[in-house]
């Protein structure tokens, strides 16, 4: 379950929360009890980001910049894809995912994109947004401007800057959904210590493989 607690349907008093709860789970359903949203996902984003109604309005605004965008829809998916597979949340890749399908991307290109770097079914700048991606997730936004020469290459600022923003915004995202374990970073950590065996003798490990 969420690290947070949810918020259930009686408590919720804001009208922007209560407008989505009933869009994305029905007006007769607690989300907080009765999970699962109509797009397939458990839906526990929305009633834990319901904690803070300032911050449940300012995520919401942040998704409306899509309305007006300038830039190609699928290039933008393919760097919030991208971004949440970099970050390891799997809920954001997965959404992504299934965006880039619904936008009529082939099924090759989605599957390589954990694999970019050595896959050839990428054009010339969806390589350098995939690179730029990496830049903004893992580098801290340090690019090479041999990446940022292609991007400015093909697109015009006003689309670099939005690109920029909401690869950002995801990679954001992404990472307060595996640090709160909402949706499907509901997961335990996966690097945890093996023991040794009761009974086993615990030896001088650096010893025994440097030969000693």
């Known amino acids: ?122 054009s010339e700048l969806e390589r350098a947004i995939l690179a730029y991606t990496d830049c903004l997730v893992h580098d801290g936004g340090r690019v090479p401007d041999e990446v940022f020469a292609v991007l400015r290459a093909h697109l015009s600022d006003p689309e670099i800057l939005e690109l920029t923003y909401i690869t950002a915004l995801y990679d954001m995202h992404a990472t307060m959904c595996r640090a709160l374990r909402l949706e499907f970073d509901d997961r335990p950590e996966p690097v945890a210590e093996v023991r040794i065996p009761e009974g086993v003798e615990v030896r001088d490990l650096s010893a025994d493989l440097s030969g000693e």
């Not at 007006?27 to 984003?45: C, E, L, M, N």
């Not at 799997?90 to 991307?105: D, P, T």
């Open 1 to 122: 379950m969420p690290r947070l607690r949810e918020v259930p349907r009686a408590e919720v008093t804001d009208e922007r929360i209560l407008f989505y709860y009933d869009r994305l789970f029905g007006p007769d359903r607690d989300p907080a009890v009765d999970h699962g949203t109509v797009h397939a996902t458990p839906g526990d984003w929305w009633t834990v980001f319901a904690q803070s109604p300032e911050v449940f309005r300012h995520a919401v605004r942040g998704f409306a910049v899509y309305r007006n965008s300038r830039l190609d829809p699928l290039l933008r998916e393919l760097g919030q894809c991208r971004a949440g597979y970099a970050r390891g949340s799997q809920f954001v890749f997965s959404q992504h995912c299934k965006q880039m399908r619904s936008l009529g991307a082939p099924e090759e290109k989605i599957a390589a994109i954990p694999s970019w770097q050595i896959s050839d079914c990428f």
